[in-house]
């Protein structure tokens, strides 16, 4: 190279960045007797050219000569007419004739274009018409959406894909020239696509490759970096001429090329987090190759199944991802644990009230639950001091209360419980009915009370007096009674006592009127006799009229204090003054006490006698008798007897019959004593028939004595 003359130092300044490489021209001058030298621009390209042709040798000399410190000292000199100016130690360079083949690295640089964005030193590569071309060394990052890829011969590159969509129409998608390397770092989800037609070329690839070419695909993001390669129409083979090895992330989609896979390891453990019931189990693992496929099973070496388990227990998972005929697993356990399950009582539901004997309910609505499918029981709690005393039953008395709502656990939910307080308060008690009774007259069967109460029962005590003592014992004697009808207060309700009169009137005597009953005309009735209980309601009336004649008279019982005192009619045979006299026979009968058991003769001990017939007895008739001597009381027998002139005799006895077991005393025979009574229907009274004598004795003197004066 000639004195004077300018030199192309083509000083290949590479910097790395991750990204790529840049080549970064760089002048050296001989020192001439002009300290400015202007380069041209034709020399300027000329002399690039032949920094080019500079051998590799050439190069990495002036890389060792060079410091990067020496390169940010260019200046620009003051004269207006220079171009460049160099460095002292580069002008020390050129005054040698060296050339200076100097690496220096530079900032990448992001550039959108289209809808690509590439980072990267952007002399190393092109980019027209949605195809980028790589024409250096080096790293680079794209994302976005173009059509071709081509990496020139002889390069070893490496492309970060982040999201990155190839589609190529009836050409070559991406081309891998002769001897190059690239390498895909799949970040995200990429697609390259070749859409090709039936009858097309088969000669147009998805990924296309010269001798050597080497695709090797990695991804730091593990399965999570994707790339899908496809071809559209025509024949399926998308591959040809490359070599392609996978080391990482999920790839899919190859087709006439058989890849070689790396060691498959997982970047992220297989992990599972323990889930509730009604949650789906999300595993997670990430593995350097491949995207994992999750299996689930009960047992850690049971069956494994794609159907993710919805109830709860206890599970086991497994990742597995497949590649070049192998295998990647891992099992974790994990737990799909029981959701709660809640059960509350309604908004403004109270079991409070009043006692009204009734056991206390909840209905359907008055709780919501939510979760476990079984049925909501109920235990009830009443309040002792500050305690809480389980019952068996729901409760109906007063008090404090809570009851307990529970719902048990069931496959998929726990259990849950809701409690409520509550009171029941005494009621006040009301009738149902008033106080009532009926009269009766004594003898009857005593009428009973009648009185209902809302809650409780009711007892009937008696008084003779509204204000007495009262007891158990209805009365049974004629007058007027108290009645009182008492319920018992309690802690539920409050008690209540009404009170009622009543009568037991006098029961009308039974008795027998007299019969056969003679008087003399003219005399009063207080001349005759009636049986016992009778008496005449005015005994100086006198019989005047002849003939039968009825007559007032009173009969009162022995028992006036429950028998009624009762006027009555006894008839009376009214005969004329002047009769025959003639006496009435005469009954000998007196009262008798019996035990229960004896044998009774009415006959025993009864005779009857006349003044004018003698011994009568044979002539007794019994009209009536009552007596059993099998119970205990007092019985009735009639004796009657009659004589020859018509006088007939009736004798009452009573016979008492007592318990062997009572008191023994009889009662005094004089209480029941009968009289005798003469009876006659042929008004043969004695009185009646000398006054008759008389008077016919008078009446034949009379006609003898007219007789006589005639």
């Known amino acids: 190279m000639k004195k004077n003359v300018n030199k192309l130092i083509a000083a290949s300044l590479v910097t790395t960045m991750g990204l790529g490489y840049i080549n970064y021209p760089v002048y050296a001058q001989e020192e001439t007797d002009n300290t400015d030298t202007i380069f041209s621009e034709e020399k300027w390209n000329d002399e690039a050219v032949e920094a080019e042709e500079t051998s590799e040798n050439e190069k990495t000399e002036v890389e060792e000569e060079t410091s990067i410190s020496e390169m940010d000292k260019i200046e620009e000199t003051n004269d207006t007419n220079s171009f460049l100016s160099l460095p002292k130690p580069l002008a020390e360079i050129a005054e040698k004739d060296s050339v200076v083949n100097e690496i220096q690295p530079l900032a990448n640089e992001t550039i959108t274009y289209d809808n690509l964005t590439i980072t990267g030193e952007t002399s190393n590569y092109t980019y027209s018409g949605g195809t980028l071309t790589i024409t250096g060394n080096g790293a680079f990052s794209l994302s976005g959406d173009f059509s071709k890829l081509i990496i020139n011969p002889e390069l070893t590159v490496t492309l970060n894909l982040n999201n990155v969509d190839l589609y190529v129409l009836y050409d070559n998608t991406v081309t891998i020239g002769a001897n190059s390397e690239l390498t895909l770092n799949l970040i995200g989800s990429n697609t390259f696509v070749c859409h090709t037609a039936a009858g097309t070329s088969s000669y147009l690839l998805t990924i296309s490759g010269d001798t050597n070419s080497n695709l090797i695909i990695n991804s730091d993001s593990g399965s999570a970096g994707s790339l899908s390669i496809q071809k559209w129409g025509g024949v399926t083979q998308n591959c040809r001429n490359v070599s392609i090895t996978i080391n990482g992330g999920t790839v899919s989609g190859i087709n006439g090329v058989t890849p070689i896979y790396g060691t498959n390891s997982w970047v992220s453990d297989l992990i599972i987090s323990d889930i509730t019931y009604g949650e789906m189990p999300s595993p997670s693992a990430v593995a350097k190759i491949g995207t994992p496929t999750y299996t689930y099973a009960t047992e850690e070496n049971g069956t494994y199944t794609s159907a993710a388990p919805i109830t709860a227990g206890t599970y086991y998972v497994k990742a597995t991802v497949s590649y070049g005929g192998e295998s990647l697993e891992a099992i974790k356990k994990f737990e799909i644990e029981k959701a709660?399950?809640?059960?509350?009582?309604?908004?403004?539901?109270?079991?409070?009230k009043q006692y009204d004997g009734n056991t206390v309910t909840i209905g359907s609505d008055d709780l919501t639950k939510t979760g476990s499918t079984n049925t909501v029981t109920f235990t009830w709690y009443k309040k002792d001091g500050n305690d809480w005393t389980k019952l068996e039953e729901s409760p109906v008395n007063a008090g404090n209360y809570k009851v307990v709502a529970s719902v048990e656990a069931d496959a998929n939910y726990k259990g849950a419980t809701a409690e409520k307080e509550f009171s029941i308060s005494q009621t006040t008690n009301e009738w149902t009915s008033e106080l009532s009774i009926a009269d009766w007259t004594y003898g009857q069967t005593a009428s009973t009370p009648v009185a209902t109460a809302k809650y409780g029962n009711v007892v009937f005590t008696y008084s003779d007096k509204k204000d007495g003592t009262y007891t158990g014992k209805v009365p049974t004697e004629a007058g007027t009674w108290y009645v009182k009808a008492t319920v018992e207060g309690n802690e539920n309700y409050t008690g209540m006592v009404a009170t009622d009169s009543f009568e037991i009137s006098k029961a009308q005597p039974s008795f027998t009127l007299p019969k056969d009953l003679v008087i003399k005309q003219g005399d009063a009735l207080s001349t005759v006799s009636l049986p016992d209980g009778f008496t005449w309601a005015d005994d100086t009336q006198t019989a005047d009229v002849l003939g039968t004649q009825p007559f007032k008279a009173v009969f009162t019982p022995e028992d006036?204090?429950?028998?009624?005192?009762?006027e009555v009619d006894i008839t009376v045979e009214v005969v004329p003054a002047v009769s025959v006299i003639n006496k009435a026979p005469k009954i000998t009968a007196e009262d008798k006490t019996l035990t229960v058991g004896d044998t009774f003769d009415a006959m025993k001990d009864v005779t009857a006698t006349d003044a004018e017939d003698g011994d009568l007895t044979d002539k007794i008739v019994i009209?009536?008798?009552?007596?059993?001597?099998?119970?205990?009381?007092?019985?009735?027998v009639v004796y009657e007897?009659?004589?020859?002139?018509?006088?007939?005799?009736?004798?009452?006895?009573?016979?008492?019959?007592?318990?062997?077991?009572?008191?023994?005393?009889?009662?005094?025979?004089?209480?029941?004593s009968t009289k005798d009574t003469a009876q006659t229907s042929t008004q043969t009274n004695v009185m009646a028939w000398s006054v008759l004598g008389i008077a016919s004795l008078g009446a034949l003197l009379a006609v003898l004595f007219k007789r006589k004066h005639q």
């Open 623 to 636: 009209t009536k008798n009552t007596v059993d001597t099998s119970k205990a009381g007092k019985y009735t």
């Open 641 to 672: 007897v009659t004589d020859s002139h018509g006088i007939r005799v009736v004798r009452t006895i009573y016979v008492t019959v007592q318990q062997k077991t009572t008191d023994t005393d009889k009662e005094d025979s004089n209480k029941n």
């Open 340 to 352: 709660d399950s809640e059960i509350a009582f309604v908004n403004g539901f109270s079991l409070d």
């Open 560 to 566: 006036t204090t429950n028998y009624q005192t009762v």
